[in-house]
């Protein structure tokens, strides 16, 4: 069992930038590859942003590519997502993930992650 909480998450203008953090339970952080998805009012959850076990791997849905950073602290059993130059189109609930048995191919794919954490809300202002 992983128990998953984000943080960081608020109200900022565009072409502003946050982070967020994604804190696990347990001493298993490090089998799970982890993984961010969004999910704005009326639309469905998308991925944005995913890691291998090791952070050596990283993955990110186009929209976000160079604005974007994922990485990991498998020491503090946190995983970060910087976000850079946000737009409106950013305003969403941004969740983080933990996947088990995942595969380059299923990565993106939220079917695919085992424990959630609750959503943190980030807004970008025009």
């Known amino acids: 069992q992983v128990q998953l909480v984000e943080s960081g998450g608020g109200l900022v203008q565009a072409g502003g930038s946050l982070r967020l953090s994604c804190a696990a339970s347990?001493?298993?952080?490090?089998?799970?590859?982890m993984g961010w998805f969004r999910q704005a009012p009326g639309k469905e959850r998308e991925f944005v942003a995913a890691t291998s076990r090791s952070g050596g791997s990283t993955y990110y849905t186009d929209s976000v590519k160079g604005r974007f950073t994922i990485s990991r602290d498998n020491t503090k059993n946190t995983v970060y997502l910087q976000m850079n130059s946000l737009k409106p189109e950013d305003t969403a609930v941004y969740y983080c993930a933990a996947d088990l048995l995942y595969t380059t191919t299923q990565i993106m794919s939220a079917g695919s992650y085992d424990y959630w954490g609750q959503g943190t809300q980030v807004t970008v202002s025009s």
């Open positions: 347990g001493r298993t952080f490090s089998r799970y590859a």
